[in-house]
């Protein structure tokens, strides 16, 4: 099933031409990566699929992002609600500056959750899901800004994950982090795409490799390639893409 369709998509901030007429299409419980050079427009597709760079001035989409054949950018659409359904996490883990608890629990209250009982049942359940449980049982009344900085993005995982969305956007969630708390968050993709289709953006080639289904490879604001992640590390149709990869540019 096709999670997100993007058709002819061309984006622009101000005048310049950011995206340029990409099709992609995102088949549901799966993980697709972006890799490409700084500045080639992957993190600017990535935000295009929860409507985030709607929040920067003088920027303008021309094509179509389909989410469960939604056209997500239809005067009709209600973004609070795309955005529930589309969860976000960052290069840098972005805490509340409040406990363990309610930073998973803000999601719920904000969306006008009450019963106490599916709060906790809840916090409990997607700090288990991301492998924190047991590290932050006896801390959940301690402030989040007493973890480390893995256990941190984790938290942030687990509080997009509780307001139930079905798809996960993250933009290079492991750049900020050791190598054991970034392979903690690779195995943590593993397990979650059996639940959500999973976006990630990153610049670790190896990270690609090892946490997609399919690779999509930008440069300049164009879509070179986009296949299976195995065919896109060992026999790329494009030689942009192999010279990318090999590490003769980029």
């Not at 609600?81 to 406990?99: A, D, E, I, S």
Request: hydrophobic share 35%.
């Amino acid at each position: 099933m096709i999670k997100i369709n993007a058709k002819n998509v061309d984006f622009y901030y101000g005048n310049f031409h950011a995206l340029k007429g990409i099709s992609m299409e995102i088949e549901a419980n799966t993980s697709v990566a972006f890799i490409g050079p700084s500045g080639c427009g992957k993190s600017t597709f990535l935000r295009l699929f929860n409507r985030m760079n709607d929040l920067i001035p003088g920027t303008k989409m021309d094509g179509q992002i389909l989410i469960d054949e939604r056209d997500i950018y239809a005067k009709s659409e209600k973004v609070d609600q795309l955005r529930k359904n589309v969860g976000m996490v960052f290069q840098k883990p972005n805490p509340f500056p409040k406990t363990i608890f309610e930073n998973v629990a803000y999601g719920l209250r904000v969306n006008g959750v009450t019963d106490q009982s599916y709060i906790e049942e809840t916090v409990i359940k997607t700090l288990k899901q991301v492998v924190l449980w047991e590290e932050v049982k006896d801390k959940l009344k301690e402030s989040a800004f007493a973890l480390s900085g893995g256990q941190q993005q984790r938290l942030c995982i687990a509080r997009a994950l509780a307001i139930s969305p079905s798809i996960l956007l993250m933009d290079e969630p492991t750049s900020a982090l050791d190598p054991i708390s970034t392979g903690k968050i690779e195995d943590l993709i593993h397990e979650l795409k059996q639940e959500y289709t999973i976006v990630i953006v990153t610049h670790n080639m190896q990270q690609a490799a090892r946490v997609s289904d399919k690779t999509g490879y930008f440069y300049l604001g164009d879509l070179i390639e986009y296949d299976e992640t195995r065919k896109i590390f060992t026999n790329p149709e494009k030689e942009s893409t192999q010279n990318y990869i090999t590490g003769r540019f980029g």
